[in-house]
């Protein structure tokens, strides 16, 4: 009995000693591109477009906002339009507008619809402009005398 109780205190002294760490440290995780990251893009773009998602149409519109100017108005009007069209959402006819508008550097103020000038469109993207606003009317996302205020 003594010689079973001896074996059992040398085995737990024996098991008891520290273990060398034979593990790396962890990588720096700033640098590591998953797939996941790499396809959030397309699945939040994939939600806009076929469910209208509008959480994934906020993220999209200030991810987008963060571009470069030249490149961004077209993105954001494309899923702009789908989002006001296919969805019938009202802030994205009025991110379409603010779109059309940033693309002849004319500033939007949706507070003070009178400061709006169009009128140094083109005629083919004032007249698309114009189309986009009677729209906007017959929703009643803006109302005939904001309508009326803006400078055409």
Not at 53 to 75: I, V
Not at 116 to 124: A, E, R
């Amino acid at each position: 009995m003594k010689s079973l109780i001896i074996l059992m205190v040398s085995l737990l002294i024996v098991s008891c000693k520290e273990k060398v760490n034979t593990l790396e440290p962890p990588m720096n995780q700033d640098n590591v591109t998953t797939m996941s990251s790499i396809s959030n893009y397309d699945s939040i773009v994939n939600l806009v477009k076929t469910k209208g998602d509008t959480l994934a149409y906020s993220e999209l519109f200030y991810f987008l906002k963060d571009s470069n100017k030249r490149d961004r108005t077209d993105t954001l009007m494309y899923y702009s339009k789908i989002m006001a069209e296919k969805f019938n959402n009202e802030s994205a006819y009025l991110d379409y507008f603010e779109a059309l508008c940033e693309k002849y550097d004319i500033k939007v103020d949706f507070s003070n619809y009178s400061s709006i000038d169009i009128s140094s469109m083109d005629k083919t993207s004032k007249q698309k402009a114009e189309n986009w606003l009677n729209d906007m009317l017959e929703k009643r996302i803006i109302s005939k005398e904001q309508f009326d205020s803006i400078k055409k």
